[in-house]
């Protein structure tokens, strides 16, 4: 079992809505990445943080949005829920060092449902 | 740009029988490359990784994975196969230029074991 915990586990929310998102990283790890799993797929790359400034961005709208605290612990944040939301958000944490990067270790995810 | 394909997104197997799970990947610079599992309702595991050393790679559970650069490569086995193998299987690539490990993943394949 990794040291990256998620919260909440599962959420439901109503199409519009906004919703935040937890991740606590490792313990030393410097570096978080998000990632969405929507049902029957692989995970897609939505952002990182490293030292709290983004590195990084996949192919998501603005709405999709982040933050690292100085505890290298991050929030994802989602405005104007849609439907297609609907997935399971994998939280990973890493440390790097310069250009070198310890593998990815993930959480167990949050499930989240956009009714 | 990176891509991995996972040909196949189910295998059935037999208890004790050959697994062999098949990803092609896509990079222009040399890439990492990883395997990772998901049980039900639960984040990616890291079984094993490639990270230009070895090419023939062994990692968790009796799995192994041979880099293939000729072939673009990167096939998941494991020689008998047990009940608790039964879950989703991700490859990922990853740019070793890029710190973080931004992971690139393929659709999954899905294993069933059969007694």
């Known amino acids: 079992e990794t040291g990256v915990t998620q919260s909440p586990t599962h959420l439901i929310k109503t199409r519009g809505q906004q919703v935040t998102l937890r991740c606590s990283s490792q313990?030393?790890?410097?570096?978080v990445s998000w990632y969405q799993q929507a049902l029957g797929q692989g995970p897609q790359f939505i952002f990182q943080?490293?030292?709290?400034?983004?590195?990084g961005r996949g192919n998501f709208p603005p709405r999709f949005s982040g933050l690292q605290f100085p505890n290298y612990s991050s929030e994802l944040n989602v405005n104007a829920l849609e439907l297609d939301d609907s997935a399971l958000y994998l939280c990973?944490?890493?440390?790097?060092?310069?250009?070198?990067?310890?593998?990815?270790?993930f959480g167990q995810g949050t499930r989240l449902t956009v009714v | 740009a990176q891509s991995v394909t996972q040909l196949g997104s189910h295998v059935s197997v037999s208890e004790g029988a050959l697994v062999l799970l098949r990803c092609n990947y896509s990079?222009?610079?040399?890439?990492?490359l990883f395997w990772y599992v998901q049980y039900p309702n639960q984040g990616l595991q890291l079984l094993l990784k490639?990270?230009?050393?070895?090419?023939l790679v062994k990692g968790i559970n009796g799995f192994e994975a041979e880099f293939k650069k000729s072939e673009t490569s990167f096939h998941l086995t494991k020689p008998s196969a047990h009940m608790s193998d039964a879950a989703e299987y991700f490859c990922?690539?990853?740019?070793?230029?890029?710190?973080?490990?931004?992971?690139?993943f393929g659709g999954g394949t899905r294993v069933l074991v059969k007694p």
């Open positions: 990973a944490s890493s440390l790097a060092v310069q250009a070198l990067s310890t593998e990815a270790f």
């Open positions: 313990s030393g790890h410097n570096t």
């Open positions: 943080y490293y030292r709290e400034e983004e590195n």
């Open positions: 990079s222009s610079v040399p890439p990492y």
């Open positions: 490639y990270t230009s050393a070895a090419t």
């Open positions: 990922a690539v990853s740019d070793w230029r890029a710190a973080g490990n931004k992971l690139t």
